[in-house]
């Protein structure tokens, strides 16, 4: 085995929210095939009940945006894209449904970092938390893989922290899409892990 985790590491579970990976979230509304998105939450689930057995400290990822700081970036990307940006900005509204977690929530020795941006790095308590924990290494788990994850990948990365990204348990909607991240990742920021290896090492299988 060429890698191995250290006792500061926490496991980091990014947007695995309604409006992302529902049947009744904005993704669904807008026709997006949501069919990647249940096999990695499952192996998510995996992930939890260990991780809460070897006592990894676990931190929910959670976009909630707000009109008041909706970004001005994104609102002119959209529009140049032919999109509304007033609708598509308002995604994981505050207080809405569409940001409840989906199938997984925190139990209470979890922690929850929101964030209104693609990266938890941006504009959050993420670093605050983990120098409080300590932790050294990320395990990167959620949605989507060429997004948020990716996003949050890369700043963990140039922040010095070394990261774990957990394959099987990402994903995007589109299968192709999800690979060519993971390949991209694996190139530059981050080692490429299966549900199944985590497991076995943090059982001492």
Request: charged content about 25%.
């Amino acid at each position: 085995m060429s890698w191995k985790l250290k006792d500061q590491t926490a496991l980091l579970i990014v947007d695995v929210q309604q409006d992302f990976c529902g049947p009744e979230g904005k993704m669904a509304q807008y026709g997006i095939d949501l069919s990647t998105i249940d096999p990695a939450v499952d192996q998510i689930e995996r992930l939890i009940e260990v991780a809460h057995k070897q006592e990894v400290p676990i931190v929910f990822i959670r976009l909630i945006t707000d009109p008041v700081t909706d970004s001005r970036a994104m609102k002119s990307w959209y529009a140049k894209k032919g999109l509304d940006p007033e609708e598509s900005v308002a995604i994981c509204r505050r207080g809405t449904f569409g940001a409840e977690d989906y199938r997984i929530a925190p139990s209470a020795v979890d922690y929850i970092v929101e964030k209104q941006k693609y990266s938890a790095f941006v504009s959050t308590n993420i670093e605050l938390l983990l120098q409080q924990l300590n932790v050294e290494q990320l395990v990167v788990t959620g949605v989507t893989t060429e997004c948020c994850v990716d996003s949050t990948v890369r700043d963990a990365f140039m922040k010095d922290y070394e990261v774990f990204v957990v394959e099987d348990a990402c994903a995007a909607y589109e299968q192709d899409v999800h690979l060519m991240s993971i390949n991209i990742l694996d190139m530059n920021f981050a080692t490429i892990l299966s549900t199944e290896q985590l497991l076995s090492y943090w059982e001492g299988e």
